[in-house]
């Protein structure tokens, strides 16, 4: 059965930076295509960026317009986890961010909630103004 968990999560300021990691276990990682999604107050769960599977060792980042150019995502099969690397925070990202996994390629379905077979329990993000 394979378990995420998230960590990194945290309070800062307009304009700053965190990174989230998420740890993999249960399964081969390097095979898996890996999400990021976040939900606020209120709102649908929506997607952040993925990093899909394509076979052997090639892997494609996607990522919503409104974090393109400010998120990072990028993973380490060796230790099994995913990362979300995050800069010019805005208040706008705030938002419980989950980490979901998905045991094939994702393809065009990338940015579906229901694509993805497995999830993480969530770590808060709060950017203040």
């Known amino acids: 059965q394979v378990q995420l968990v998230e960590s990194g999560g945290g309070l800062v300021q307009a304009g700053g930076s965190l990174r989230l990691s998420c740890a993999f276990s249960g399964r081969t990682f390097s095979s898996y295509s890996m999400g990021w999604f976040r939900q606020a107050p209120g709102k649908e769960r929506e997607f952040v960026s993925a990093i899909s599977w394509s076979g052997g060792s090639t892997y494609y980042a996607y990522y919503a317009d409104s974090v393109k150019g400010r998120f990072t995502i990028s993973r380490d099969n060796a230790k099994n986890t995913v990362y979300l690397h995050m800069n010019s925070l805005k208040p706008e990202d705030t938002a419980v961010y989950y980490c979901?996994?998905?045991?094939?390629?994702?393809?065009?379905?990338?940015?579906?909630?229901?694509?993805?077979?497995?999830w993480g329990q969530g770590t808060q993000v709060t950017v203040s103004s």
């Open positions: 979901a996994a998905a045991s094939f390629p994702v393809g065009n379905y990338y940015n579906t909630p229901r694509t993805y077979n497995y």
